[in-house]
Protein backbone atom coordinates (compact mmCIF):
# COMPACT_ATOMS: atom_id res chain seq x y z
CA UNK A 1 0.00 0.00 0.00
CA UNK A 2 1.16 3.65 -0.47
CA UNK A 3 2.28 5.43 2.24
CA UNK A 4 -0.41 8.45 2.94
CA UNK A 5 0.61 12.26 2.87
CA UNK A 6 0.99 13.59 6.15
CA UNK A 7 -2.65 15.65 6.27
CA UNK A 8 -4.40 12.35 5.07
CA UNK A 9 -2.60 10.53 7.54
CA UNK A 10 -3.88 12.46 10.03
CA UNK A 11 -7.38 11.86 8.71
CA UNK A 12 -6.25 8.27 8.88
CA UNK A 13 -5.51 8.34 12.42
CA UNK A 14 -8.75 10.10 13.22
CA UNK A 15 -10.57 7.45 11.89
CA UNK A 16 -8.84 4.77 13.26
CA UNK A 17 -9.17 6.19 16.93
CA UNK A 18 -12.59 6.37 16.52
CA UNK A 19 -12.97 2.91 16.04
CA UNK A 20 -13.33 2.65 12.43
CA UNK A 21 -10.85 0.19 10.13
CA UNK A 22 -12.16 2.32 6.82
CA UNK A 23 -9.06 3.31 4.26
CA UNK A 24 -8.12 6.86 3.14
CA UNK A 25 -7.32 6.53 -0.33
CA UNK A 26 -4.88 8.87 -2.56
CA UNK A 27 -5.92 9.47 -5.84
CA UNK A 28 -4.23 10.87 -8.48
CA UNK A 29 -6.53 12.99 -9.73
CA UNK A 30 -7.97 15.91 -8.45
CA UNK A 31 -10.67 15.84 -5.46
CA UNK A 32 -10.50 18.93 -4.92
CA UNK A 33 -14.08 19.77 -5.99
CA UNK A 34 -17.29 17.46 -5.09
CA UNK A 35 -17.62 17.18 -8.86
CA UNK A 36 -14.10 16.51 -9.62
CA UNK A 37 -14.22 14.11 -6.55
CA UNK A 38 -17.24 12.53 -7.73
CA UNK A 39 -15.81 12.17 -11.11
CA UNK A 40 -12.57 10.46 -9.34
CA UNK A 41 -14.47 7.68 -7.58
CA UNK A 42 -17.44 7.02 -10.18
CA UNK A 43 -20.04 7.88 -7.77
CA UNK A 44 -22.97 11.15 -7.81
CA UNK A 45 -22.48 14.71 -6.87
CA UNK A 46 -25.22 14.39 -3.97
CA UNK A 47 -23.24 11.65 -2.25
CA UNK A 48 -19.75 13.29 -2.03
CA UNK A 49 -19.53 15.21 1.54
CA UNK A 50 -18.65 18.48 1.28
CA UNK A 51 -16.59 20.37 5.25
CA UNK A 52 -17.23 23.52 4.55
CA UNK A 53 -16.23 26.24 7.53
CA UNK A 54 -18.00 29.20 7.78
CA UNK A 55 -17.22 32.30 9.84
CA UNK A 56 -19.78 34.06 12.68
CA UNK A 57 -19.73 37.79 12.04
CA UNK A 58 -20.02 39.13 15.60
CA UNK A 59 -17.61 36.49 17.39
CA UNK A 60 -15.74 35.05 14.65
CA UNK A 61 -16.23 31.70 15.33
CA UNK A 62 -15.83 28.21 13.18
CA UNK A 63 -18.82 26.41 12.06
CA UNK A 64 -18.35 23.23 9.90
CA UNK A 65 -21.44 23.03 7.62
CA UNK A 66 -20.99 19.43 6.29
CA UNK A 67 -23.31 18.85 3.40
CA UNK A 68 -24.44 16.86 -0.26
CA UNK A 69 -22.05 17.85 -3.04
CA UNK A 70 -25.43 18.78 -4.57
CA UNK A 71 -26.59 21.22 -2.50
CA UNK A 72 -26.11 24.96 -1.64
CA UNK A 73 -26.01 25.89 1.99
CA UNK A 74 -28.56 28.55 2.34
CA UNK A 75 -26.64 30.64 4.84
CA UNK A 76 -30.01 31.58 6.24
CA UNK A 77 -30.48 28.81 7.60
CA UNK A 78 -27.37 28.17 9.52
CA UNK A 79 -27.75 32.19 11.12
CA UNK A 80 -31.06 31.18 12.20
CA UNK A 81 -28.85 27.80 14.02
CA UNK A 82 -26.34 30.09 15.30
CA UNK A 83 -28.28 33.15 16.33
CA UNK A 84 -25.48 35.84 14.41
CA UNK A 85 -24.85 36.30 10.50
CA UNK A 86 -22.02 34.89 9.02
CA UNK A 87 -19.27 36.34 7.42
CA UNK A 88 -16.48 35.51 5.19
CA UNK A 89 -14.00 32.60 5.87
CA UNK A 90 -11.13 32.48 4.09
CA UNK A 91 -8.41 30.56 3.30
CA UNK A 92 -6.11 31.17 5.99
CA UNK A 93 -8.93 31.46 8.50
CA UNK A 94 -9.55 27.43 7.63
CA UNK A 95 -6.58 26.28 8.00
CA UNK A 96 -6.04 27.82 11.47
CA UNK A 97 -9.38 26.75 12.39
CA UNK A 98 -9.25 23.38 11.00
CA UNK A 99 -5.41 22.42 10.80
CA UNK A 100 -6.19 21.86 6.59
CA UNK A 101 -6.83 23.56 3.06
CA UNK A 102 -9.55 24.19 1.66
CA UNK A 103 -10.46 21.51 -0.72
CA UNK A 104 -9.30 18.64 1.35
CA UNK A 105 -11.00 20.09 5.07
CA UNK A 106 -12.28 16.65 5.96
CA UNK A 107 -15.11 16.16 8.36
CA UNK A 108 -13.18 14.89 11.32
CA UNK A 109 -9.84 14.75 12.54
CA UNK A 110 -9.72 19.04 13.49
CA UNK A 111 -7.28 21.24 15.24
CA UNK A 112 -10.37 21.36 17.65
CA UNK A 113 -13.82 20.74 17.92
CA UNK A 114 -16.20 22.61 15.63
CA UNK A 115 -20.02 23.55 16.06
CA UNK A 116 -21.47 21.47 13.78
CA UNK A 117 -24.57 21.14 11.11
CA UNK A 118 -25.39 17.89 9.16
CA UNK A 119 -26.77 17.83 5.82
CA UNK A 120 -30.48 15.60 6.02
CA UNK A 121 -29.84 15.09 2.53
CA UNK A 122 -26.43 12.72 3.37
CA UNK A 123 -28.40 10.69 4.87
CA UNK A 124 -30.35 9.42 2.31
CA UNK A 125 -27.85 7.12 0.43
CA UNK A 126 -26.23 3.75 1.01
CA UNK A 127 -22.45 5.25 0.96
CA UNK A 128 -20.95 8.79 0.45
CA UNK A 129 -17.19 10.06 0.08
CA UNK A 130 -15.14 12.75 2.22
CA UNK A 131 -12.46 14.72 1.77
CA UNK A 132 -9.43 13.12 3.99
CA UNK A 133 -6.88 16.56 4.46
CA UNK A 134 -5.85 17.16 0.80
CA UNK A 135 -7.49 17.92 -2.21
CA UNK A 136 -6.29 14.06 -3.77
CA UNK A 137 -7.68 12.23 -0.62
CA UNK A 138 -10.80 10.60 0.31
CA UNK A 139 -12.26 7.72 1.94
CA UNK A 140 -15.71 6.13 1.80
CA UNK A 141 -18.60 5.87 4.53
CA UNK A 142 -21.86 5.34 5.79
CA UNK A 143 -24.35 8.27 6.36
CA UNK A 144 -24.75 6.05 9.78
CA UNK A 145 -20.45 6.52 10.23
CA UNK A 146 -20.80 10.19 9.34
CA UNK A 147 -23.14 10.80 11.83
CA UNK A 148 -20.97 8.81 14.52
CA UNK A 149 -17.71 10.62 13.68
CA UNK A 150 -19.13 14.19 13.38
CA UNK A 151 -21.69 14.07 15.78
CA UNK A 152 -23.45 17.38 14.68
CA UNK A 153 -26.97 18.57 14.74
CA UNK A 154 -28.78 17.07 11.34
CA UNK A 155 -30.48 19.90 9.49
CA UNK A 156 -32.10 21.06 6.24
CA UNK A 157 -29.34 23.27 4.94
CA UNK A 158 -30.32 24.18 1.35
N1 LIG B 1 -12.41 17.60 -1.54
C1 LIG B 1 -13.73 18.07 -1.85
C2 LIG B 1 -14.85 17.13 -1.44
S1 LIG B 1 -14.42 15.43 -1.32
C3 LIG B 1 -13.95 19.36 -1.12
O1 LIG B 1 -13.24 19.71 -0.21
N2 LIG B 1 -15.03 20.04 -1.55
S2 LIG B 1 -15.63 21.22 -0.67
O2 LIG B 1 -16.75 21.72 -1.42
O3 LIG B 1 -15.90 20.79 0.65
O4 LIG B 1 -14.51 22.27 -0.54
C4 LIG B 1 -14.36 23.27 -1.42
C5 LIG B 1 -15.06 24.45 -0.79
O5 LIG B 1 -14.11 25.35 -0.29
C6 LIG B 1 -15.91 25.27 -1.74
O6 LIG B 1 -17.21 24.78 -1.87
C7 LIG B 1 -15.92 26.63 -1.11
O7 LIG B 1 -16.96 26.76 -0.18
C8 LIG B 1 -14.64 26.64 -0.34
N3 LIG B 1 -13.69 27.54 -0.98
C9 LIG B 1 -13.07 27.36 -2.16
N4 LIG B 1 -12.25 28.41 -2.43
C10 LIG B 1 -12.37 29.25 -1.38
C11 LIG B 1 -11.76 30.52 -1.05
N5 LIG B 1 -10.89 31.11 -1.85
N6 LIG B 1 -12.10 31.09 0.12
C12 LIG B 1 -12.96 30.49 0.95
N7 LIG B 1 -13.56 29.31 0.68
C13 LIG B 1 -13.27 28.71 -0.47
Known sequence: MQKLSPSAQKVQEAIRQRG???????????????????????????QIVKSLIFKTK??????????SGANRVN?????????????????????????FAIGGV?????????LTFIDEDLLQH???????GTP???FRLTPQMLLELCSGQVVKIR
Open 126 to 132: EEIWAAA
Open 106 to 114: PPLGHIQPL
Open 20 to 46: YSVEVIELPQSTRTAVEAAQAVGCEVA
Open 136 to 138: HAV
Open 75 to 99: ERTIEALVGEPLGKADAEFVRQQTG
Open 58 to 67: RTARPILVIA
